[in-house]
């Protein structure tokens, strides 16, 4: 699920300079019309659809995570985890098929941050009772404000970035640790949504694993702005 693991998910986005050469200055408007269907083809390609698709998706999950019945509960993890799994085969389509566009490349972080964002607030609106603890308020509400907070400091920084030089364009590139934050990060939502389920056998077990994960993502984001930030210093200061 920007960095969650998927701003430089695509290798190809020159398609559009291929298209505007050598073209004539007059063309026949069969040539047009084919032009436009074929610019209309690589805009929406497979990837972006499904991108788009976790996009329309969030709303469904506000919906369902809202509806007070078994079908409500399940339909919302199952979103989660088909968008997880559609967050990692459009970044594998648009490498291997060489589909991917300049609009792909900017919709996919945004569609990630979206989704992840729209469960950690759902899941502080509804404290979930953790073993030993029982309902703590702002057992959510704090790694949920460092992950959040980190992605819109990320967001602002790359768009900073992309204005200036190349070499902080390299500082801000996706790195291993942006990885592992997003791994701990989608699994600990996945398990969180689905705890949900009181008939869920082992959710004493699976409750409090899900809320560490949680706080390992909300540490490792915090750990990578600090790694960014550092090296963006480096390059400002050379």
Known sequence: MSDMGSENKIDDVGWYNYDNQDQPLSASPSMQNHNHQHQHSKFLTLPTVLTLGRVAAVPLLVATFYADSWWGRTATTSIFIVAAITDWLDGYLARKMKLGTAFGAFLDPVADKLMVAAALILLCSRPLEVAMSGEVAWLFTVPATAIIGREITMSAVREWAASQNGKLLEAVAVNNLGKWKTATQMISLTILLATRDSSLG?????????????????????????????KIWKVLLK
């Not at 082992?202 to 550092?230: E, F, K, R």
């Open 202 to 230: 082992g959710s004493g077990i699976l409750v409090p694993s899900g809320v560490i994960l949680l706080y390992i993502s909300a540490g490792l984001s915090v750990w990578s702005l600090a790694v960014y930030m550092s």
